[in-house]
């Protein structure tokens, strides 16, 4: 059996909870109540994106020439209050 490992997003939503997503897999989108919870769900929700690429005869996406790097800016903005 085949092993993927991929990247996800956690975003802390303002009414609770946080919504994931995986930048390698377009449209893959999971929620989960807490960061244990969305970890899950994201997981789950990998094998569902892989197992529909696989009936429908694609390509799986992996991460291998993915590079990540965190870009920190500092534009020329007012303050805001």
Not at 11 to 30: D, F, R, W
């Amino acid at each position: 059996m085949a092993e993927f490992t991929y990247k996800i997003r956690l975003q802390k939503e303002p009414e609770g909870g946080y919504t994931v997503t995986v930048p390698a897999l377009p449209g893959c989108v999971t929620y989960g109540d807490d960061v244990d919870h969305a970890i899950e769900m994201a997981k789950e929700a990998v094998e569902l994106y892989i197992e529909s690429l696989v009936q429908h005869g694609e390509k799986i996406p992996t991460e291998n020439n993915t590079l990540e790097y965190s870009l920190h800016v500092t534009p020329d903005v007012p303050q805001l209050a």
